[in-house]
Each structure stands twice: as C-alpha cells, then as structure tokens.
Nanobody, 127 residues
Framework: QVQLVESGGELVQAGGSLRLSCAAS????????MGWFRQAPGNEREFVAA????????YYADSVKGRFTISRDNAKNTVYLHMNSLKPEDTAAYYC????????????????????WGQGTQVTVSS
C-alpha cells in the first residue's frame, strides 16, 4: 500500500485560506485515486473531496463545493486541498486517503473504498 503524510493544517480565522498537502510514497502514485476526509470531535468521518488518478475528474461534498479545490501533482507524488472562505464548521482533523485505481479513472467518496490513510492534520477555524 501507499504511505501518506498530510501537512498544512493550522489555526486560521474565518474567511481565511489554507492549503493542505498529502505526500505519498511506496507505490506508483499515479495508479491511485485520492480523497480528502475530515472528522470533528464527536462526529463521524465525512467525505470532503476526491480526485481521479490522473486528475481529470474531481468530486466535492456539497458543504465545500465552490470553496475547496482538490488537485494533484503526480510528478511530486502529492495531492492538495486548497481551502478558501473557511468557516468555523470546517474545523476538523483532515485525512487524505488512497484507493488503488489502476483500471479506471473513477472518483470515490465512501471511506470503505480507500485502503491507505494518512495520520491527519488539524485545521481550526476561529470565528
């Protein structure tokens, strides 16, 4: 499986922006569809955004559509989550995840589809 390490989370004021990064190692990154999920204390892990293995297709949760952008650089083995117009309700631990996707160009939003997970990075949005 691919190993994933997230970074970029920090404390930010409402209305601000952040860019999260997820660096992958261990396997051919370009064979993996990627996703970002988040989990706030007391809540279940929820889907945020997904991108296909080549980046052709993206998919977003309604709660972040128009504010967040997922992208990837396969040459750098990295997927990004650009977050704009942050709200206090975006406060959570953010996790990236990878799904082996050699035969398709799909996007996935169910956590059970993903075989590799990072350790998470904390985003806190103050009001």
């Amino acid at each position: 499986q691919v190993q994933l390490v997230e970074s970029g989370g920090e404390l930010v004021q409402a209305g601000g922006s952040l860019r999260l990064s997820c660096a992958a190692s261990g396997r051919t990154f370009g064979n993996y569809a990627m996703g970002w999920f988040r989990q706030a204390p007391g809540n279940e892990r929820e889907f945020v955004a997904a991108i296909s293995k080549t980046g052709i297709t993206t998919y977003y949760a309604d709660s972040v559509k128009g504010r967040f952008t997922i992208s990837r650089d396969n040459a750098k083995n990295t997927v990004y989550l650009h977050m704009n117009s942050l709200k206090p309700e975006d406060t959570a631990a953010y996790y990236c995840a990878a799904k082996y996707s050699f035969l398709d160009e799909g996007v996935y939003y169910n956590p059970s589809h993903f075989g590799s997970w990072g350790q998470g990075t904390q985003v806190t949005v103050s009001s």
